[in-house]
């Protein structure tokens, strides 16, 4: 079956919006042919009833794959089926929740490397967000939610886990994933569709290829790492490694350990190792230039401007002039999109962290919307976006919302980097989504006739801001938001 071409319609009415949303809205909602051609499940009637009155039924069910059973292809999974669509959600590993399933690294691996694992986390690791803001729209991330063991408002890595698994449960995801299966390559077909070759772990051959109306791509980006560029480092005789990599403080104990980075995993990995290494310094790019400060809290903990130089003799030499004698550096740098099994007919290049050309982050215009992505915009509470990505994309498929026109889409994207010149940001910060996450998510919930993201829960993330940058030793254990919680845990209620 082929996807409806709801790429061609042309737009009928225009609005005026924010920066993402400076292109004309292009909702048609398709009253001539409202049957659903697959039985969805239906849900407790206090999920229905937040959603605003129905749109008409989609008029085509479509098989379609969804690479990843993170929380993105679970979202999108759902999204797609509650739809009427036919999802075949491929994963690598034996289980759902990607990121969350916290595993270690093989010990004989490139500490640089991906090391063929995918979740970055680190043993220790709570969430930096509360958990009122994290969770699905319709299905709250609560302490109290059936299966919750782990009450704290940033609760350990496990927690979010089993919150994914109770996801995938209650919306009787797992049947559609095929678990321990990776995507080794996608093709567009000359006849329409979408050939997707995949393979089962362990097996020796070329993979099996198969036919889809349309790919959805959610293979997360938080695995494969960027590196920080030193001088002299070939000949500096330490060790280096990427957060990626990183579990326990355990193997610094009495390490002199240099940390790249100012982001949230740099803040707290350098607490970590803190407890047993000799001493911590924190490289950050954007300090000033002299910055050499022992940090409050930790009293083998300093910050410094970036390293200038390695050198042979194993010191680390940093823009202000001190100079350390260190063990090891760790890049705790970010990550890259990575699609390694998607070739040139993708018609999406990856150039310095830019997917390009992109539709709002999700489709490129020359293939929408046979291709789409979830979950690429960075800086975000990141399940709430999912879903209503998942919802735009779902809808799309079935026809019931209609995109611009290839042309126009392409006019959007050319006019969203104009936007990010002027601003000033770099290249690779295309998906950074700091400021204006709330706009997007909004566009597209107006794309949905969904209600916009809760006031309440946009508060409280930037509440949250604010606390990590005023105590970023104790954020995930003192907070002024109280009113916030109790909103939410109030909000929660219809739903728990
Ligand atoms: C250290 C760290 C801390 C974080 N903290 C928070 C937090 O506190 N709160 C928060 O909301 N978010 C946090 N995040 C962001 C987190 O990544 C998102 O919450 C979310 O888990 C991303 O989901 P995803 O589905 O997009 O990607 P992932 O979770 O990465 O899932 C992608 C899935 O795709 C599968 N896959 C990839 N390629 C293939 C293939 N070729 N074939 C088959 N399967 C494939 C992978 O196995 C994986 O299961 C954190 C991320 C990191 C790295």
Known sequence: MRAPA???????????????????????????????????????????????????????????????????????????????????????????????????????????????????????????????????????????????????????????????????????????????????????????????TSRKLGDKGSGEEEVYDAVVVCNGHYTEPRIAVIPGVDAWPGKQMHSHNYRVPEPFLDQVVIIIGASASAVDISRDIASTAKEVHIADRSAPVRTCEKQPGNNNLWLHSMIDRAEEDGSVVFQDGSTIKADVIMHCTGYLYDFPFLGDDSTITVDDNRIDPLYKHVFPPEVAPQLSFIGLPWKVIP???????????????????????????????????????????????????????????????????????????KQMYNFNGINKAVRPESYRDEWDDDHLVAEANEYFKKYL
């Open 6 to 196: 709801a790429t061609t319609h042309q737009s009928t009415r225009s609005t005026t919006h924010g920066p993402w949303c400076n292109q004309t809205r292009h909702l048609h909602q398709r009253g001539e042919k409202n049957k659903r051609i697959q039985t969805v499940r239906t849900l407790p009637p206090t999920v229905q009833s937040s959603h605003p009155p129905p749109m008409p039924m989609p008029s085509a069910s479509l098989r379609l794959a969804v690479i990843g059973a993170g929380a993105a292809g679970l979202a999108a999974a759902r999204e797609l089926r509650r739809e009427g669509h036919a999802p075949v959600v491929f994963e690598r590993a034996a289980a759902v929740g990607g990121t969350w399933l916290y595993a270690p690294p093989a010990a004989s691996s490139d500490p640089l490397g991906a090391a063929a694992t995918h979740s970055s986390l680190y043993a220790s690791l709570r969430t930096n967000l509360p958990r009122e803001t994290m969770g699905f729209l319709d299905f709250p991330f609560a302490a109290e939610a059936p299966g919750s063991a782990d009450p704290r408002r940033f609760p350990g890595h496990e927690e979010v886990l089993r919150y994914l698994e109770a996801f995938a449960r209650l919306f009787d995801l797992l049947r559609l994933v095929r678990f321990e299966t990776e995507v080794l390559r996608v093709r567009r077909e000359d006849r329409g569709g979408w050939a997707v």
């Open 383 to 457: 399940f709430p976006l999912f879903e209503l990505q998942s919802k735009w994309v779902a809808r799309v498929l079935s026809g019931r919302i209609m995109l611009p026109s290839k042309e126009e889409m392409m006019e959007d994207v050319k006019a969203f980097y104009s936007k990010l010149e002027a601003r000033g940001w770099p290249k690779r910060y295309t998906h950074n989504f700091s400021n204006y996450q709330f706009e997007y998510d909004d566009w597209l919930a107006e794309q949905c006739s969904h209600i916009p993201i809760e006031e309440w829960r």
